[in-house]
């Protein structure tokens, strides 16, 4: 087993007590003795790792333990090549733990002679120019306060700082992938990306890597409150990693989160989220705990700032499930296989939700499968729409997978609709549908020309009462199946329960533009049907409802 001082005293102080880890960095050390260390094919690089902590702590600030453990990795290397085993740092980490505090030392090294590496050129990339020049600053001000020492090595101004021997720069970015290209870094930091809801800005900064030598990716941030974005996706990934086998081999993945929302009463444990909190606790961390400790005070007074402090100070996003059809976990439950061949000729309910032409259209089938409900399903929308309105998520990529088509047209025609249910007759045993009465004109018609029995409600509110704790439990009981779909969970995700004077419940849209719910709506209404709520022979006419 390879050995390196800062790492072995970084788990042995865990080992023996002196500190606390969280679930995720325990699968870490685990990850790293079983497939990282035991390798004889791989070293650390003393020389680099030392000369980039004592570049660090002279000129920035001293570094605690973890720093130098993460610092560590940075440096591992190939032995007979010249090549970084780790190319993507993953560090998610509490607020406060001086995050840009260690992106502006390492950035500033890897430009600096001691690296050694020409045209090593370094950006930060964040959501905002505040964010993103953040680091570039507290550069700059070294350089400065340091002229006379650093003008023989670097030059800076406010925006760039380069390093005269090897002519690389350290610079910031803002997240509008539209109008940057990959350009030649050698190393990208991400900064509080977790506000990212598609991989598009990554995927296209990152495509100039690997013109210079030893390329880096460093995603640092806390957690957030986007919901089935990249970041999501992104953390399913690295946790498949700390679980071991994956076959993202160069990824380091260092998380520090409370394992659960009880601990957060607990402040001892606070290290979990922030290992700055390990005792000893420098100057540093002393005051940083006493602001942690004033605004957990606060919520017994202001209980609206939970949500924020649970995301940053504990990294454990906590969501308001009293306005929500179901918590995130809930949602991404649904994500089941679909047993297609066990489906063939089943008896299943269609229903579509086709209230605006030239927006979006979602319809589907619905089955039962013991006590879980089985929706399959596709949307339509017109690609200017999509375009226009600027929604965030990555549409396209789901057109990729084929859960969605695009249309190059004025409007959604019907037809699209009914060949996809003559389609799923095929498959399965269907034949009736159901949908509102808004467009019914065009909608029933249509469908009853090709046989079909359509059913119609001209407003769900007055079945919500009896239908939302239905749905709600479903969700929480995980008896939903979407199959790999998030298109429809972006969709549920989108829905806001809405508690009402009489105590009845009603699904909501928490964005009428951009926050698309028609997937789940067309789910409702199939399950309005599936469920037997039409228990007369003549038909249910309710008010008008838009989602």
């Known amino acids: 087993m390879i050995y390196q001082k800062y790492v072995q005293e970084y788990i042995q102080a865990w080992r023996s007590g002196k500190i606390i880890f969280n679930q995720e960095r325990i699968d870490l050390v685990k990850q790293l003795e079983t497939e990282v260390l035991v390798r004889d094919d791989i070293y650390f690089d003393e020389d680099q790792i030392e000369q980039c902590i004592n570049y660090i702590e002279k000129w920035y600030f001293k570094l605690e333990l973890f720093q130098k453990f993460i610092i560590a990795f940075i440096f591992l290397k190939y032995i007979k090549r010249d090549k970084l085993y780790f190319k993507d740092i993953v560090i998610?980490?509490?607020?406060?733990?001086?995050?840009?505090?260690?992106i502006s030392g390492l950035s500033d090294y890897f430009i600096s002679p001691g690296h050694g590496i020409e045209g090593y050129n370094v950006d930060v990339v964040a959501n905002s120019e505040d964010q993103a020049e953040t680091s570039v600053k507290e550069v700059f001000n070294m350089k400065e306060k340091n002229k006379n020492l650093m003008r023989d090595f670097f030059r800076w101004t406010r925006t760039k700082i380069t390093g005269k021997k090897t002519l690389s720069e350290f610079a910031f970015k803002t997240s509008n992938a539209d109008t940057k290209d990959g350009g030649r870094p050698g190393c990208l930091i991400f900064d509080e990306w977790h506000i990212y809801e598609e991989m598009k800005l990554i995927n296209t900064l990152s495509s100039g890597l690997g013109k210079v030598k030893h390329r880096r990716r460093i995603f640092i941030s806390t957690n957030g409150h986007v919901r089935g974005g990249f970041f999501d996706k992104f953390i399913e990934q690295c946790l498949e990693v700390l679980k071991g086998g994956s076959k993202r081999k160069n990824r380091f993945v260092f998380i520090c989160k409370m394992d659960n929302k009880d601990e957060v009463e607990n402040p001892d444990l606070w290290e979990k989220a922030n290992p700055m909190f390990s005792k000893p606790l420098s100057p540093y961390a002393e005051e940083l705990f006493d602001t942690v400790m004033d605004e957990y005070l606060d919520l017994e007074d202001d209980s609206s700032g939970r949500p924020e402090f649970m995301a940053k100070r504990m990294n454990l996003p906590q969501e308001d499930n009293t306005t929500r059809i179901a918590s995130w976990d809930d949602i991404m439950a649904t994500n089941r296989p679909i047993p297609y061949e066990k489906l063939q000729h089943q008896t299943c309910v269609g229903a579509i939700d086709f209230s605006f032409i030239k927006d979006f259209t979602a319809c589907g089938v619905l089955f039962k499968d013991g006590e879980n409900y089985i929706w399959d399903s596709h949307q339509f929308a017109r690609r200017d729409f999509v375009k226009e309105a600027n929604l965030k998520p990555p549409i396209e990529e789901w057109e990729e997978e084929g859960l969605?088509?695009?249309?190059?047209?004025?409007?959604?025609?019907?037809?699209?609709?009914?060949?996809?249910?003559?389609?799923?007759?095929?498959?399965?045993?269907?034949?009736?549908?159901?949908?509102?009465?808004?467009?019914?004109?065009?909608?029933k018609t249509a469908l009853e020309a090709e046989?079909?029995?359509?059913?119609?409600?001209?407003?769900?509110?007055?079945?919500?009462?009896?239908?939302?704790?239905?749905?709600?439990?479903?969700?929480?009981?995980?008896?939903?199946?979407?199959?790999?779909?998030?298109?429809?969970?972006?969709?549920?995700?989108?829905?806001?329960v809405k508690v009402k004077g009489d105590g009845n419940k009603d699904f909501l849209k928490k964005d009428e533009v951009r926050r698309k719910t028609d997937g789940f709506t067309a789910f409702v209404y199939a399950m309005w049907q599936a469920d037997n709520y039409l228990e007369e022979e003549e038909e249910f006419y309710l008010d008008e409802i838009s989602f």
């Open 404 to 443: 969605l088509t695009l249309l190059d047209e004025p409007a959604i025609n019907i037809q699209y609709m009914v060949n996809y249910f003559c389609e799923m007759r095929e498959k399965y045993g269907l034949n009736t549908i159901v949908g509102d009465t808004f467009r019914l004109d065009i909608v």
């Open 451 to 496: 046989g079909f029995h359509v059913l119609y409600i001209r407003n769900p509110h007055a079945i919500y009462a009896r239908l939302a704790p239905r749905v709600e439990l479903l969700f929480a009981q995980h008896r939903v199946i979407f199959g790999d779909n998030p298109l429809m969970r972006w969709n549920t995700n989108n829905i806001a």
């Open 92 to 102: 998610v980490i509490a607020r406060g733990n001086g995050k840009n505090g260690l």
